[in-house]
């Protein structure tokens, strides 16, 4: 529970990035790096979604702020429409299993769970989810002969001054948490610190007058999750009273021998699950029942 003060922390500094200029200075950064590749304009989309995800932590957050860009960017690349929207939505989930992802720090404080071995366990399942959807964008890219940016050094030095200070905040945070040099509460404060050190000083994209209007955008993610982690954590205490998690258990016990069918009808369930409720109810209600089977 002494990890929960970071949720808020990295949403407000996944907003101040959001309503600054950050998207736009990492859009030029990733399209001079990869515009030249087969697909690479999808793979930068997919890179600069995947990013902003990881500290606004929705990925409704993420379009809203950079859908028309990217959009933009991708069909003016010629991909067609469908294909472009439904790589901005999918890419902006997947920044939830990097650090400093708030689903995964809010399952460590429901499941009790190391967060920084949790962090760790996100990072290969979301390396395999960025390589498969970039391996899709270039197959799609190279079906539909969609035209290249030749590679040009003259706009790629600017693009990597412009969006230097940007690129190195995920590092910072890595470094820090991982290091052992801050907590996961104070590498939120100094996310929030650097990010307003960038937006209001260094890029000055955001005033000092618009910085409240920035805090009631991130009030209703933030609230929402802190009203859903004390109702469910009440309905987690309910379903342990009831003994639901012991009777589950027993009839798993009975019924399933293979870990494989296990993980199998674990995985149904929760995709079913995920197709009703948001994340953050979902690790609320269906932890405290799936850790006791696991």
Known sequence: DNSIPAIPLFTFAGFILSESKSGERLVNLFRSLFGWMPGGMAIMAILVCTFFTTFTGASGVTILALGGLLAYILTNSKYNESFSNGLITASGSIGMLFPPSLPIILYGVVAQVNIKKMFVGGLIPGFLMVSA???????????????????????????????????????????????????????????????????????????????????????????????????????????????????LSAWVKTHIQSRVVFLIILNIVLLITGCFMDIFSAIMVVVPLILPLG
């Open 133 to 247: 959807l970039s391996v899709y964008s270039v197959v799609v890219a190279v079906k539909s002969d969609i035209e290249r940016v030749p590679f040009d050094y003259k706009n790629l030095f600017p693009a990597i001054r412009e969006s230097f200070w940007d690129i190195l905040l995920p590092f910072i945070i890595l470094l820090g948490f991982f290091g052992g040099l801050f907590t996961i509460v104070e590498t939120g404060a100094i996310a929030v610190v650097y990010s307003l050190f960038i937006s209001l000083i260094l890029h000055r994209d955001i005033s000092v007058k618009k910085l409240p209007d920035v805090m009631m955008k991130c009030l209703p993610i933030i609230g929402g999750v802190l009203v859903i982690l004390a109702i469910s954590r009440g309905l987690s205490y309910f379903i342990v009273d009831a003994e639901i998690p012991m009777n």
